[in-house]
């Protein structure tokens, strides 16, 4: 769904829009359909075809009087979105009719028994799912996760409800810049906690790492800025490296008689960005800046062969990495991807990724499951697949309550990005578990009663624990014993979504019985004591006792955890139990937190038309003057200012966006801040001397605290100082550079250091 202008009732109103020449924009329309339709020529039937023409007239109809914020007309964005349907996950006919009908009964006067009786039932189901999945940003956190959830249960209903979703998805981050700052900000938050991974998974990744860009241009805009700006600078000597490294593996490829092609990938700027966080490295130092993919045409029946003898024509040239080679054809992963990937090291010392597929791979591996179904002879990635959509219906069946919706997201986005291990059974059988995987996941894996009486396991014939994590190639026999139970520990020892399911079940069951006795015992001492048994009376010894719910509060009568005898301290008249009224509240809620405080000295303005509000610094991520920020409302500890790059952003923005605030900082600024500094380098005779000089004399800097680690002649300094703004720390920074010896300096992020209790 695209935010959208209509055209007003009132003339004068209609007046101030932009003059458009309608005959042209109907030429511009019609040109745009038709090459939607040369797209898909040679895929598509005459009744297909015919039906494809029929959708486009009726969103055209429906649509006539809406417009884009853009200006434009809104036909645009569902005929764009049936062309990435149709072009990048190579989708059918009835795919692209219901791209180009997506958004025409949630907006529009169409509805579901007009699209089922012009286009037939599985369009109609197609399109119901689309409009039960609305936009997730939402004025309430349950109801944001449960809007995520709507969209997960599609998965397992119909997988082309969510492909045309990250299509819409897709279509609105290209055209994002039209968005307000703040909107912005917020889409590309969720677009990064939930529709990236989810392209991942589904094996779209040209579209995932499209996201991923889109979303680090509006989140990071300076990491984004300065990435692409060496890309650039560096793409003719990358294109030269290129053309040296593949031509003996082109002229040995002939020789043997390959139909083949060779591409090029550079790495998406995120996929450089996170590298070089995770390896903690600048962009000089990552080496494996692109990937070289040789596509072989070639019978399925010859994949495998074929592409193990092109792995050994490279390796007679380059000399391989043995732990860096992964073998994705003999056992795909679960949405479909084959490949043969190794990393060789070039004449000029540099590794290099290759990848060896066929075109059929290549074409799974560019247009993810969809692509996939186009091949169905395909059939381990298809069981592979079905699996991960038996774990998310595993998820759906554990008829989780609203209250519990984030936690099923939760759970969901965690088996997005994992990688896989395989492991056996005693007997041969291959088991498929993620990265991380214990003997307490395989047993669930097995079978849920086998699960749940696991006592331990034998691994490759040693004996192991519960919590022992398993890896690829393990043989594993469990042992179970009929008087074992789950336990909460149990819940820190999996990783599967399956376990962690089935043993919160059992500790539910277990719970609801130590709560049912809970609830007689305190029955009776009511009866004893003449209290009425009633909610309200419940719902003041949950106050007096401090326990959050009846539940607990029965759980902790049952277990003999709450001191029944202080009943008589409890003012009761007539059975009614009240107590004194406390003179502070122990919350706040969000309205409540704007503060007036006298302070001449604030840096910060915060949302529309506010003075002198209340608020603190995060942290986690200490902003300076100059940081694109924001405000986020806490429980109780008023609105703490993040950078909009802080790690926790994305986290706050996606969940619970309805709590962030715009702010920004004045233009007088006279206050000192706290910024945190990393410097590594080259260990050597006076460096700490040089820093220390630099920050007490050069720079008249205050410092805080200064810490510094060498280990084989590489060190690590963490530094504390107060600055004024982002400019004033920019010039340290420049300075620090300088130094010989000093290989890179950066802000340092300390999620640890901030509390998340109010964030909850």
């Not at 300065?226 to 030269?240: E, Y």
């Not at 699996?387 to 609203?402: K, Q």
């Not at 149990?490 to 399956?498: A, F, G, I, Q, Y």
């Not at 107060?722 to 340290?732: G, R, S, T």
Request: with cysteine; net charge neutral; aromatic share 8%.
């Amino acid at each position: 769904m695209q935010e959208l202008i209509e055209n007003s009732d009132n003339p004068e109103e209609n007046e101030l829009l932009p003059k458009i020449d309608l005959e042209k924009e109907r030429g511009e329309i019609l040109n745009a359909f038709r090459s939607l339709l040369k797209i898909t020529k040679n895929k598509r039937t005459k009744e297909e075809t015919r039906l494809i023409r029929k959708a486009f007239d009726v969103a055209v109809e429906a649509h006539k009087d809406m417009r884009r914020k853009s200006g434009e007309p809104y036909i645009y964005h569902p005929i764009a979105v049936a062309r990435i349907c149709a072009e990048e996950m190579e989708l059918g006919p009835t795919a692209i009719i219901a791209a180009l009908l997506h958004d025409t009964v949630e907006d529009t006067y169409i509805t579901l028994e007009d699209i089922e009786e012009l286009f037939g039932e599985k369009v109609r189901v197609i399109i119901d799912g689309l409009t039960k999945i609305p936009e997730v940003f939402d004025e309430n956190v349950s109801v944001q996760a449960e809007n995520f959830r709507k969209m997960i249960l599609t998965i397992s209903e119909d997988l082309r409800v969510v492909l045309i979703k990250i299509a819409d998805r897709l279509h609105n981050m290209r055209t994002l810049d039209g968005m307000r700052p703040d909107k912005q900000l917020k889409i590309a938050s969720e677009t990064s906690f939930l529709y990236a991974p989810l392209a991942h998974r589904l094996g779209l990744y040209s579209i995932k790492s499209e996201l991923e860009d889109i979303c680090m241009k509006y989140l990071n805009p300076e990491a984004y800025k300065s990435i692409s700006i060496k890309l650039k600078s560096t793409h003719a000597a990358r294109q030269r490296f290129i053309r040296q490294f593949v031509q003996p593996i082109k002229e040995a490829l002939k020789k043997e008689g390959f139909n083949f092609e060779i591409k090029a990938r550079t790495k998406s700027i995120a996929s450089i960005w996170n590298k070089m966080k995770t390896k903690e490295v600048p962009f000089e130092e990552v080496f494996d800046l692109f990937a070289i993919r040789i596509i072989l045409d070639t019978p399925e029946e010859m994949e495998k062969p074929d592409s193990w003898k092109v792995y050994s024509i490279v390796t007679d040239f380059y000399q391989p990495n043995p732990n860096r080679l992964r073998d994705w054809i003999s056992i795909p992963r679960a949405n479909g991807y084959e490949s043969l990937h190794t990393t060789v090291m070039s004449p000029q010392g540099r590794w290099v990724e290759v990848q060896i597929r066929s075109k059929r791979m290549d074409q799974i591996a560019e247009k993810g499951l969809a692509a996939h179904y186009n091949y169905k002879e395909s059939k381990n990635g298809a069981s592979k697949f079905d699996r991960w959509i038996g774990e998310i219906r595993d998820l759906i069946d554990s008829h989780f309550s609203d209250a519990d919706a984030m936690e099923f997201v939760n759970e969901f986005k965690l088996n997005l990005f994992n990688d896989e291990i395989y492991v056996f059974t005693p007997k041969g059988d291959l088991r498929v578990l993620p990265t991380g995987g214990t003997v307490l996941d395989f047993a669930f894996d097995i079978h849920t009663d086998i699960g749940m009486k696991c006592i331990g396991a034998k691994v490759n014939k040693r004996l192991v624990p519960l919590s022992y994590q398993l890896n690829n190639g393990n043989q594993v026999e469990i042992i179970t014993s009929s008087k074992q139970k789950p336990s909460e520990e149990w819940l820190k020892m999996v990783v599967t979504s399956r376990a962690k399911q089935k043993i919160k079940a059992s500790l539910n069951e277990e719970k609801n019985k130590i709560a049912e006795d809970g609830k007689e015992i305190l029955m009776r001492k009511f009866k004893q004591h003449n209290i009425t048994f009633t909610s309200e009376n419940l719902a003041v010894l949950e106050k007096y006792y401090n326990v959050v719910s009846t539940t607990d509060l029965y759980i902790r009568v049952a277990k003999s955890k709450i001191d029944l005898t202080k009943l008589r301290s409890i003012k009761n008249e007539a059975g009614v139990l009240t107590i004194e009224k406390e003179t502070k509240e122990k919350t706040r809620i969000a309205s409540d937190i704007y503060k007036k405080v006298d302070n001449k000295k604030d840096t910060i303005v915060i949302g529309e038309g506010f003075k002198d509000i209340d608020y603190e610094f995060g942290k986690c991520c200490n902003p300076l003057p100059g940081d694109s920020v924001f405000g986020f409302i806490t429980q109780s500890s008023g609105i703490k200012i993040h950078r909009t790059d802080c790690p926790n952003a994305a986290n706050l923005m996606s969940r619970m966006n309805y709590r962030c605030i715009k702010a920004r900082w004045k233009n007088q600024e006279t206050r000192e801040h706290l910024a945190k500094l990393k410097i590594i380098g080259i260990d050597g005779i006076g460096i700490v001397n040089k820093i220390t000089e630099i920050i007490s004399f050069q720079h008249n800097v205050n410092m805080r605290s200064i810490s510094f680690e060498s280990k084989d002649g590489i060190f690590e300094g963490k530094i504390q100082v107060l600055v004024f703004d982002k400019m004033h720390l920019d010039e340290l920074i420049e300075k620090f550079e300088m130094i010989e010896g000093v290989k890179r300096v950066e802000r340092w992020d300390d999620v640890s250091e901030e509390t998340t209790e109010d964030y909850d």
